[in-house]
C-alpha cells in the first residue's frame, strides 16, 4: 500500500508512524498476516477517523505471485510447469468425434491420429526427466491444413477436439494479420490470446491449439505489385511460430503490458521476460481453396495422353481436392516454406441432402438442441417429424452451403413461431410438420385459432415416441462404448434414464451419460459417508441406486442427499432388526426405495419369525 497524505503535520506524522510499530509488533507477535483487501480496510478506517478526507489509500497494481513448491529432492518449482495430462487413444478420440459429425470418415481419423500423436509425444518427452535433450532438434510437429467446401464441419470438428482435450484453444481469421510492423493484428497475438484462454497459465498455453480459418485467403495475389503484407506477409510471419519461437508476452502497443512491466521493474529493479514458446503449440489451418480444383485438374490432364487425358470428372470438383500435393499449393499461392511447415492434409468431403438428413437426425447435433432450448426458455416443447426433417434438409441442399444452410432453413421456417407463441401462454407444445416447413404462415394461424387440435396432440405424441425410440436406439449402439470407460453394466433401465437426461436437459448423449456417472457417483459416495455415521453397514444395490437417480430427476433434488433421506427414514427399523437379530449389514434394494415401509415390515418379520423358530427349538426337550 501507499500512503498519500495530505496537510499531515509532524505530530500526525508520528502518530502514524507509533501505528505502523504497533502493526508491525503484533505482526511479529506471532498473529495472522492480513491479507491485502484486510489491511486496506484496517488502514482505511483508522486514517478516516483521525484525519478525514485529507488522506487517502491508493492500491498500485498488484500481481499475483507464482506459487513455489518444493519438490522431493528439495528444489524449488513453480506451480503450473507441468504439463496437461493426456492419455487419450486414437480411437478413442475417433469415436467421440463419430458421435458429433456426419460423414467426413477419414478427416475424423486423421485429425485423430495426429493429434493424439502429438500430445502423446509431447508427455512421453518430457516423462524422461530430461534425458536426450538434443533428441528434439529437428523434430517434425503435426501441423494440420483442412480444406474444404463452406459448413462441412471444419471448425466444429476441431472445437470438439480441443473440448475433449481440455487444452486451450484460439480461433483466428487469416484475413484479419498483416505483417509485423504493419497496421493490423500480429499473428503473435493468437499466443497472447492462448495464455489468456489458458488463464495466464504459460505452462498450459504452451500445450495448446491456434486454429486459423480462411488460410486460402492469404495465398499470394497475382494482381499486386510490390511487398503483399496482408498475404505473403502473413505467411512468412506464421512461419517461426508454427515451428518453433519464442513470442514475448509484453509488447510495445499493448499499454497494459507495458505498465505491468513498469510496476514489476519499480518493485523489484529488475526487468521481467515472459515468453511462450510455440514448440509443441499444434497449429491448424483451414479454407475452402475453391480455385485450387482448377489447379489440380490442369495438372492431372496435363498428365495424360491420349486417351487417358480427360478421364477426371468434371462434374464432382469436390473430389478432385483429394489429389491435392505441395506443388499445387505452391502453384495456389502459398510460400513453399509455409507449405512445409503443413506436412497432415486432410480433404473434407461436401455434404449431401442424405448427409443433411443424418446431422438433424443424429442427436447430438447443435441446430435441434439449440431450437429446443430457445422454446424450452418460454415454456414451450417442440418436436420435429422425420419428414419435416427431409424436407429442411432438401432446402438447405440446394443452398450448397453445408450445415450453415441447415440453420438458415430452421430459423426462417421457426423464427414466425418463436415470436407470437410466447405470449400465448395456454400454447405449451408445438410439433414441426411437413405442412408447417411448406406453409409456416398458414400453419401457425391454424395453430392459434385451434391450440388443442387433436390431430396436433397425436402428432406431437406420435413424434415425441419416434424420437424417445431414436434416442434409445442411438444409446443402445454406444453401449459397450460407455461400459468400457465407466466399468458399469448399462441394463435398458440405465438407457431409459440417459434418454430421460437427455431430453430433460437439453444436452447432448455425452453429457447426458456424464451427468448420469456423476449421480451414481453421488450416492455411491453417500454409501461410503454413512459407514461412519450409523451403528449398521448400509449398501446400495444398482436397482436402488437407479431408483433414486429416477426420482431425483422427477423431483430435481440431488441423488446423494435423496440417498441420505432414505437412509435416514430407514435407520430406526433397521436398528430394530439389529437389536433383535445381531444382523449389521443391510443391502437397500429398489422396493426400499418405493415402498419402504413394506420393505422395513418385510425385514422386521423375516428376523423376528427366525429368532422365534430358534427359541421354539431350543424349548422342545431333548
Request: hydrophobic share 35%.
Amino acid at each position: 500500500l501507499q500512503i498519500y497524505a495530505y496537510h499531515v503535520g509532524g505530530e500526525e506524522y508520528k502518530s502514524m508512524e507509533k501505528e505502523n510499530k504497533n502493526l508491525k509488533g503484533e505482526e511479529n507477535s506471532g498473529g495472522r498476516i492480513p491479507n491485502q483487501k484486510e489491511l486496506e480496510k484496517e488502514l482505511s478506517e483508522y486514517l478516516s477517523k483521525k484525519y478525514g478526507s485529507r488522506v487517502k489509500i491508493v492500491s498500485p497494481l498488484v500481481f499475483p505471485r507464482t506459487e513455489e513448491s518444493k519438490t522431493e529432492d528439495g528444489t524449488v518449482s513453480e506451480e503450473g510447469e507441468e504439463s496437461p495430462r493426456f492419455d487419450m487413444l486414437p480411437e478413442e478420440l475417433e469415436s467421440y468425434l463419430d458421435s458429433f459429425v456426419v460423414k467426413q470418415e477419414e478427416a475424423k481419423s486423421v485429425l485423430a491420429t495426429k493429434v493424439c500423436t502429438h500430445f502423446n509425444r509431447i508427455k512421453h518427452t518430457k516423462g524422461r526427466d530430461g534425458r536426450n535433450k538434443a533428441g528434439g532438434v529437428g523434430m517434425i510437429k503435426n501441423n494440420v491444413l483442412m480444406i474444404g467446401p463452406t459448413g462441412v464441419g471444419k471448425t466444429y470438428i476441431i472445437k470438439l477436439i480441443a473440448q475433449k482435450l481440455g487444452v486451450p484453444f484460439v480461433k483466428g481469421d487469416a484475413t484479419k494479420f498483416s505483417e509485423t510492423g504493419y497496421v493490423g493484428g500480429d499473428v503473435e497475438d493468437l499466443v497472447r490470446d492462448l495464455v489468456y484462454e489458458a488463464g495466464e497459465d504459460v505452462s498450459l498455453a504452451e500445450n495448446g491449439i491456434i486454429y486459423i480459418d480462411e488460410v486460402d485467403k492469404i495465398s499470394s495475389s497475382q494482381n499486386i505489385i510490390g511487398h503483399d503484407v496482408s498475404r505473403t506477409g502473413v505467411q512468412r510471419a506464421l512461419l517461426k511460430p508454427m515451428e518453433e519461437t519464442d513470442v514475448d508476452l509484453k509488447v510495445a502497443h499493448d499499454p497494459i503490458s507495458q505498465i505491468q512491466a513498469i510496476e514489476h521493474y519499480r518493485r523489484t529493479g529488475k526487468k521481467e521476460k515472459k515468453v511462450v514458446n510455440t514448440k509443441n503449440i499444434l497449429f491448424i489451418m483451414s479454407g475452402a481453396f475453391g480455385e485450387l480444383t482448377e489447379i489440380i485438374k490442369d495438372r492431372l490432364q496435363s498428365q495424360g495422353l491420349g486417351f487417358e487425358a480427360d478421364v477426371r470428372p468434371t462434374e464432382i470438383p469436390w473430389e478432385i481436392l483429394k489429389e491435392v500435393t505441395a506443388q499445387d499449393l505452391i502453384k495456389f499461392g502459398f510460400e513453399s516454406e509455409f507449405v512445409g511447415r503443413l506436412p497432415v492434409v486432410v480433404v473434407f468431403d461436401e455434404l449431401t441432402e442424405e448427409d443433411l438428413l443424418e446431422i438433424l437426425k443424429n442427436p447430438n447435433n447443435p441446430i435441434i438442441l439449440s431450437k429446443r432450448l430457445d422454446f424450452r426458455a418460454y415454456g414451450i416443447e417442440i418436436k420435429f417429424e422425420e419428414e419435416a426433417l427431409r424436407k429442411i434438409a432438401r432446402r438447405a441442399a440446394k443452398a450448397k452451403t453445408g450445415a450453415r444452410a441447415l440453420v438458415s432453413v430452421v430459423e426462417k421456417i421457426l423464427i414466425p413461431f418463436e415470436k407470437a407463441l410466447p405470449s400465448r401462454k395456454h400454447i405449451k407444445r408445438i410439433v414441426v410438420t411437413p405442412e408447417l416447413v411448406d406453409d409456416p404462415a398458414g400453419e401457425l394461424a391454424r395453430l392459434l385459432e385451434n391450440p388443442d387440435a387433436p390431430e396436433s396432440t397425436e402428432r406431437f405424441e406420435r413424434a415425441e415416441k419416434t424420437e424417445m425410440a431414436g434416442v434409445k436406439a442411438y444409446i443402445s449402439e454406444r453401449t459397450p462404448e460407455f461400459e468400457s470407460r465407466s466399468g458399469l453394466k448399462f441394463s435398458d433401465r440405465r438407457m431409459d434414464l440417459i434418454a430421460e437426461l437427455y431430453l430433460k436437459r437439453i444436452s447432448d448423449i455425452n453429457s447426458a451419460f456424464d451427468e448420469f456417472l456423476e449421480m451414481y457417483s453421488q450416492v455411491k459416495g453417500e454409501e461410503a459417508n454413512l459407514e461412519e455415521k450409523l451403528e449398521v453397514s448400509i449398501s446400495f444395490d444398482e436397482s436402488a441406486v437407479d431408483e433414486i437417480i429416477h426420482q431425483a430427476l422427477a423431483t430435481g433434488q440431488e441423488a446423494g442427499e435423496l440417498a441420505l433421506q432414505l437412509v435416514k427414514r430407514l435407520e430406526y427399523g433397521l436398528n430394530l432388526v439389529k437389536d433383535r437379530s445381531g444382523i449389521r449389514d443391510f443391502v437397500i434394494s429398489e422396493q426400499a426405495v418405493t415402498d419402504m415401509e413394506k420393505y422395513v415390515n418385510d425385514l422386521i418379520k423375516r428376523y423376528y419369525r427366525q429368532d422365534s423358530c430358534e427359541e421354539d427349538e431350543r424349548l422342545v426337550p431333548e
